[in-house]
Nanobody
Framework: QVQLVESGGGLVQPGGSLRLSCTAS?????????????LGWYRQAPGKQRELVAA???????NYTDSVRGRFTISRDNAKSTVYLQMNSLKPEDTAVYYC??????????????WGQGTLATVSS
C-alpha cells in the first residue's frame, strides 16, 4: 500500500514563495500506481471546504484553479515518486492546510485514492 508524506509548509510573508513536496513510499508494485495515476494538490482553509488547487496527469498535463493560475506550478518526478507544488506571489488567502492526493489511475488503479496527512502554509506579515 502506498503512503504519502507532504513537507515544505511554513510561515511566509505576502509575496513570498514556498515549495511543497509529497513523496510516496511503499512496495515496488504499489509504486507503479504512482507512475500511472494522476496527482493533485488540495487545500483547506479554516471554515472552508477542501478545494482542488492543481492537478497533473501521468503524462504531465496540468490544470489549476483560477485563483492560483500563473502563481503556482505543479510538477512530478516519477523517479523520486514525488509531486511538487511551487507557490509564488503568495497571498494571505492562500493560507491553508495543503494535501496531496494520488489517484485514480487506469485499469487496476481506477479505484486508487491515497491522501497525505497535510502540511500547513501560512501567509502573513
Amino acid at each position: 500500500q502506498v503512503q504519502l508524506v507532504e513537507s515544505g509548509g511554513g510561515l511566509v510573508q505576502p509575496g513570498g514563495s514556498l515549495r511543497l513536496s509529497c513523496t510516496a513510499s511503499g512496495s515496488t508494485v504499489s509504486l507503479i500506481g504512482f507512475n500511472v495515476a494522476g496527482l493533485g494538490w488540495y487545500r483547506q482553509a479554516p471554515g472552508k471546504q477542501r478545494e482542488l488547487v492543481a492537478a497533473i496527469t501521468s503524462t504531465g498535463s496540468t490544470n489549476y484553479t483560477d485563483s492560483v493560475r500563473g502563481r503556482f506550478t505543479i510538477s512530478r518526478d516519477n523517479a523520486k515518486s514525488t509531486v511538487y507544488l511551487q507557490m509564488n506571489s503568495l497571498k494571505p488567502e492562500d493560507t491553508a492546510v495543503y494535501y496531496c492526493k494520488l489517484g485514480p489511475g487506469p485499469g487496476p488503479w481506477r479505484n486508487l485514492e491515497v491522501w497525505g496527512q497535510g502540511t500547513l502554509a501560512t501567509v502573513s506579515s
